[in-house]
C-alpha cells in the first residue's frame, strides 16, 4: 500500500497528564536543533497544542481528527501537512486508547496511529515504579493488534538509576527499547496550558523555554534511534474535493493574536476554490480591507485584548458596516464574541464590542463548553441547504440573549441537541468552529455568495 520510506512517528500516553506535550515539544525542538525540517500535527480538534508546535517547528501544526473528518480526511491531511519536512511528530490526545466513547478506538490517538500507519512512542510515567512499568507498557501492547509501538518513554523518573531499573525491565519483557527519560526534578515543564498562555506564545517569549527543553532532551534521549524507529512508508491519498468552479473573490481574514485559532484546511480550501485571503489585525487598529467580497472572523481570545479591542471605535465600525452591507460572514467562537453588544470580564469589567448581535458575552471561570458539534443550518443559513457540518465547541464564556431567535443551527452533541448561534442575512456566527472538509459545499455556498456581492457593487 505504502510508497517510499519517510519519517513519521506518534507521541501517546498512558492517560492525560503524563507529560505527552512537554516530550512532543522537546522532540520537536532538539530535531530542529539538528538541522531537520519537523512538521507538527495534534489528534483531536484542540486548537493550543498546535500553537506550541507551530512557534517551534517555524510550519503551521495541523490537527488530525477522525471524527470531524473520515479516514480519506486523515490521511490527506497527515500526507500534505507532512510535504518538504523530514520528519512529521504527532502528538496524541488523552490516553492512547481513550477517543469518543468507551468501547470503541473512535477518535483516539490509536485510530489514528492505524489510519496513518505511524509507529508509536508510549510516554509512561514513572514515578513510584520500576518493574511495574513493563507490566503497563505490556498491556497496552497487547490491547490492539494494529497500534506499532516501537519504543518507551520514561517520564518523571527519580534518577539515572531509577531509569535503568525501569529500562531493563521493560526491554526485557516487552522487547522494545526504552529510548528516553526526563527526571521528575525537571524544571521545564510547560506552564499550565490555558488559553490566557497562547498570546505569549505567539509574541515569541517562550522560545527561551523551548530551546532549553530541546537541549534537555538531546541529552537524555537517544535521537538517532528514535531517528530509526520513526521510518514509516508515505502516505496514499486521494483528492477530497472536485472543483466544479472557482470563484474570484477576496475575503477579509481577521489574524492577530486575538483571532488566531482556524483549521489551515479551512483557510487552504477556500484558496483552493479561488479566494483571495486578504489578512488584517483588529487588534493593530486595522479596518476591513477595502474590495473584500467576504469576512471570517476565526476564534481566539477576544477576553484577554478586551480594552484594546474596545478602544478601536473605527475597526469596529468598520466590521459592522461590512456585515450591515451584507458581507457573506462567517464568525466562530471569539469571532461571535466580538460581534456581540460587548464582553463582560471575570473581574466585572465591560467593554463595548462590534453590537451587531443583540445580547452580550459574560466571561466564566470555568470551561462553559468542549465537545464536538454537528450542525444542521437553520432555514434561511446561506451555509447550508439540507446537509450537515461536523467541528468543535470549547469556551469559557455564556451568551445573554436578547432575542429569542435568530439561531444560526442546531448544534448535536453528547448531550443532544440545541438551537446555538446567530444568524441575521448573510451572517452565521456562533460558538462552532467549523471543519469544512466534513462538508466542502459550505465552502462553495459562501464564495457563490461572495461573488453575489461582486457582481451587485
Known amino acids: 500500500m505504502g510508497g517510499r520510506a519517510v519519517k513519521r512517528i506518534v507521541v501517546a500516553g498512558t492517560g492525560s497528564g503524563v507529560g505527552k506535550t512537554t516530550i512532543t515539544l522537546g522532540l520537536m525542538s532538539a530535531f530542529k536543533q539538528k ?19 507551530t512557534a517551534v517547528t517555524g510550519r503551521r501544526s495541523r490537527n488530525l481528527d477522525s471524527w470531524m473528518g473520515n479516514e480519506d480526511i486523515v490521511r490527506y491531511v497527515c500526507k500534505k501537512g507532512s510535504e518538504g519536512a523530514h520528519l512529521s511528530i504527532i502528538e496524541g490526545v488523552m490516553g492512547l486508547f481513550d477517543g469518543k466513547r468507551a468501547t470503541t478506538d473512535e477518535g483516539s490517538t490509536a485510530e489514528i496511529s492505524i489510519i496513518t500507519e505511524s509507529p508509536v512512542l508510549l510516554v509512561v510515567d514513572c514515578s513510584g515504579m520500576a518493574r511495574s512499568a513493563a507490566a503497563v507498557v505490556r498491556g497496552f501492547q497487547l490491547f490492539h493488534k494494529d497500534v506499532r509501538i516501537v519504543g518507551v518513554i520514561a517520564n518523571r523518573v527519580g534518577s539515572e538509576g ?18 528516553g527519560y526526563l527526571q521528575k526534578t525537571n524544571d521545564l515543564t510547560i506552564p499550565e496550558r490555558h488559553l490566557g498562555l497562547v498570546p505569549s506564545v505567539e509574541r515569541g517569549e517562550l522560545q527561551p523555554f523551548f530551546d532549553r527543553l530541546g537541549e534537555r532532551i538531546t541529552q537524555t534521549f537517544d535521537l538517532d534511534m528514535i531517528w530509526e524507529l520513526a521510518e514509516a512508508t508515505e502516505l496514499q491519498s486521494k483528492p477530497l474535493f472536485t472543483l466544479k468552479q472557482t470563484y474570484d473573490v477576496r475575503i477579509a481574514v481577521a489574524k492577530d493574536a486575538a483571532f488566531h485559532f482556524y483549521y489551515e484546511e479551512n483557510l487552504e480550501m477556500l484558496q483552493a476554490y479561488g479566494a483571495e485571503l486578504v489578512y488584517f489585525s483588529p487588534l493593530a487598529g486595522e479596518c476591513v480591507p477595502h474590495d473584500v467580497h467576504g469576512l471570517y472572523i476565526g476564534g481566539g481570545f477576544p477576553e484577554e485584548f478586551a480594552a484594546e479591542l474596545a478602544q478601536h471605535e473605527q475597526v469596529k465600525q468598520s466590521v459592522a458596516e461590512a456585515i450591515q452591507r451584507g458581507l457573506p460572514t462567517l464568525a466562530e467562537c471569539g469571532g461571535f464574541m466580538y460581534l456581540t453588544e460587548g464582553i463582560e470580564t471575570t ?13 452580550h458575552v459574560r466571561m466564566q471561570r470555568a470551561l462553559v463548553a468542549l465537545g464536538y458539534r454537528e450542525m444542521t443550518g437553520m432555514a434561511g443559513n446561506f451555509l447550508f441547504e439540507q446537509d450537515k457540518a461536523k467541528g468543535h465547541e470549547f469556551h469559557y464564556s455564556t451568551f445573554i440573549r436578547r432575542q429569542e431567535e435568530k439561531f444560526a443551527y442546531e448544534a448535536k452533541g453528547l448531550r443532544g441537541c440545541k438551537r446555538d448561534g446567530y444568524m441575521d442575512k448573510r451572517l452565521v456566527a456562533g460558538y462552532v468552529h467549523f471543519y469544512f472538509l466534513s462538508n466542502p459545499l459550505l465552502v462553495e455556498r459562501w464564495l457563490k455568495a461572495c461573488s453575489e456581492v461582486k457582481k451587485d457593487a
Open 162 to 179: 531509577h531509569f535503568r531499573l525501569v529500562k531493563e525491565a521493560i526491554e526485557q519483557q516487552c522487547g522494545i527499547p526504552v529510548v
Open 35 to 53: 538541522g531537520y525540517v519537523v512538521q507538527g500535527f495534534k489528534c483531536g480538534p484542540d486548537y493550543i497544542d498546535p500553537t506550541y508546535h
Open 347 to 359: 473581574d466585572g469589567q465591560y467593554y463595548e464590542m462590534v453590537g451587531v448581535i443583540p445580547g
